[in-house]
T-cell receptor
Framework: GQQVMQIPQYQHVQEGEDFTTYCNSSTTLSNIQWYKQRPGGHPVFLIQLVKSGEVKKQKRLTFQFGEAKKNSSLHITATQTTDVGTYFCAGDDYKLSFGAGTTVTVRA | KAGVTQTPRYLIKTRGQQVTLSCSPI?????VSWYQQTPGQGLQFLFEYFSETQRNKGNFPGRFSGRQFSNSRSEMNVSTLELGDSALYLC?????????????FGQGTRLTVV
């Protein structure tokens, strides 16, 4: 069955630095979604990517969908304390399968 | 409009008991999915219901079951509880029609099995 893997599992970032989290699927995806879960909260939708090679930006967040539609990345520039949380990618292949997430902590 | 509502928020059960969790989706949404979240494991897909029918199922034992009512509300049942069933159970609602769109999650039910 479909497996979605995310790396790294943990990301410790100095405030102001950039980082990237990666998502890889064992199968081709029709689309991919990204969610953010704050500590103690529930996942909240960030974005959906549908087209091969698609790139979307939300302020300091840049999302990319691979050409083969099997991988995706989330790049955050100038990290802020408000970026703390766990970022999940979710691949859509008949069902929404979530990766294990990248948990981000920020050093002020 | 109101968000996804899950009840109860917290639950403590004894090993061997059974439990029923409830999820009321956003008005107009016909798809409800259930996930189990444990530390370091991400969200494990349990099942998805659409218009009262189970549309997809994850790799969980038969002790985990669910159903959806005509008003799209969904329940999840776990029988013969095991210690390893302790987790946050999340439900997510979406329109469920055409290409999948964003899922709206409830606050979750924190189940502790002792």
């Amino acid at each position: 069955g479909q497996q979605v893997m995310q790396i790294p599992q943990y990301q410790h970032v100095q405030e102001g630095e950039d980082f990237t989290t990666y998502c890889n699927s064992s199968t081709t995806l029709s689309n991919i979604q990204w969610y953010k879960q704050r500590p103690g909260g529930h996942p909240v939708f960030l974005i959906q990517l549908v087209k091969s090679g698609e790139v979307k930006k939300q302020k300091r967040l840049t999302f990319q969908f691979g050409e083969a539609k099997k991988n995706s990345s989330l790049h955050i520039t100038a990290t802020q304390t408000t970026d703390v949380g766990t970022y999940f990618c979710a691949g859509d292949d008949y069902k929404l399968s979530f990766g294990a997430g990248t948990t981000v902590t920020v050093r002020a | 409009k109101a968000g996804v509502t899950q009840t109860p928020r917290y639950l403590i059960k004894t090993r061997g008991q059974q439990v029923t969790l409830s999820c009321s989706p956003i008005s107009g949404h016909r798809s409800v999915s259930w996930y189990q979240q444990t530390p370091g494991q991400g969200l494990q897909f349990l099942f998805e219901y659409f218009s009262e029918t189970q549309r997809n199922k994850g790799n969980f034992p038969g002790r985990f079951s669910g159903r959806q009512f005509s008003n799209s509300r969904s329940e999840m049942n776990v029988s013969t509880l095991e210690l390893g069933d302790s987790a946050l159970y999340l439900c997510a609602s979406s329109s469920g029609e055409g290409m999948r769109t964003e899922a709206f999650f409830g606050q979750g039910t924190r189940l502790t099995v002792v």
